[in-house]
C-alpha cells in the first residue's frame, strides 16, 4: 500500500509555456500532499505543502504566482509551472501522507524547458 | 530547530561486504527518523522508519538502523551488499508533529558497489 504516482515522468517544454505536473496518492487518502524540487546531485528542497480543499503553503523563496498548486481531493494534486523559463529545468518530486508523519514519494517528474 | 547530517557524501563498498551509511541528527524533540533510498531519476523509496518503538528498526531489503539517543546517531547499516544497492541514501528527521515544516533531509549519501 501507500503507492503515489505521478505524471508525466518526462516533460519537454518550451520557453514562456505552461505545465501542469499531477499527484496521485493510488490506494489511501492523503491528508496533505508535498512538492519538492531536485537539483542534480543534491536533496530535495521543499516547495509547498498543500491540504485537500486549502490554500498551498509555500516555502520562502518559492514564487506562488510561478508555481500554482491545486489540491482538490484528498488523492490528486497538481503543480502548475506558468510561463516556465529554462532555470526552471529540475526534477519535481511530490509525496503525500495519511495520518502518520511517513511521506510516501511519486517517482518524479523530469522537466526540461528549452 | 533540528537537523541531519550525513557525515559521508560517498560511500564506496566491494559486492558482499557490509554497507554502513552514517548519519547524526539533532532535535528538540523525541524524533522520528526515515532513511531513503533514491535510484537515478527516480522517486524516492521508504527503506525503513523509527518512531520510538524498538531502537533497532528493520527495513527492506535486508537493511535495518539503530538509534541510538545517547550518541544522536541513525546509522545505516546492511550485511552484505548487492550491485542494485547502488544509489543514494537519505537520512531524514521528522518532528512529532509531522508535516513538512517538521521534515529536515540530510545531504544524501552516495553508495557505489564495486564488483
Known amino acids: 500500500g501507500a503507492v503515489v504516482s505521478q505524471h508525466p515522468s518526462r516533460v519537454i517544454c518550451k520557453s514562456g509555456t505552461s505545465v501542469k505536473i499531477e499527484c496521485r496518492s493510488l490506494?489511501?487518502?492523503?491528508?496533505?500532499m508535498f512538492w519538492y524540487r531536485q537539483f542534480p546531485k543534491q536533496s530535495l528542497m521543499l516547495m509547498a505543502t498543500s491540504n485537500e480543499g486549502s490554500k498551498a503553503t509555500y516555502e520562502q523563496g518559492v514564487e506562488k504566482d510561478k508555481f500554482l498548486i491545486n489540491h482538490a481531493s484528498l488523492t490528486l494534486s497538481t503543480l502548475t509551472v506558468t510561463s516556465a523559463h529554462p532555470e526552471d529545468s529540475s526534477f519535481y518530486i511530490c509525496?503525500?501522507?495519511?495520518?502518520?508523519?511517513?511521506?510516501?514519494f511519486g517517482p518524479g517528474t523530469r522537466l526540461t524547458v528549452l | 530547530a533540528q537537523s541531519v547530517t550525513q557525515l559521508d557524501s560517498h560511500v564506496s563498498v566491494s559486492e558482499g561486504t557490509p554497507v554502513l551509511l552514517r548519519c547524526n541528527y539533532s532535535s528538540s524533540y523525541s524524533p522520528s527518523l526515515f532513511w531513503y533510498v533514491q535510484h537515478p531519476n527516480k522517486g524516492l523509496q521508504l527503506l525503513l522508519k523509527y518512531t520510538s518503538a524498538a531502537t533497532l528498526v528493520k527495513g527492506i531489503n535486508g537493511f535495518e538502523a539503530e538509534f541510538k539517543k545517547s550518541e544522536t546517531s541513525f546509522h545505516l547499516t546492511k550485511p552484505s551488499a548487492h550491485m542494485s544497492d547502488a544509489a543514494e541514501y537519505f537520512c531524514v528527521v521528522s518532528n512529532p508533529g509531522g508535516g513538512a515544516d517538521g521534515l529536515t533531509f540530510g545531504k544524501g549519501t552516495h553508495l557505489i558497489i564495486q564488483p
Open positions: 490506494d489511501f487518502q492523503a491528508t496533505t
Open positions: 509525496s503525500a501522507t495519511r495520518t502518520t508523519d511517513t511521506q510516501y
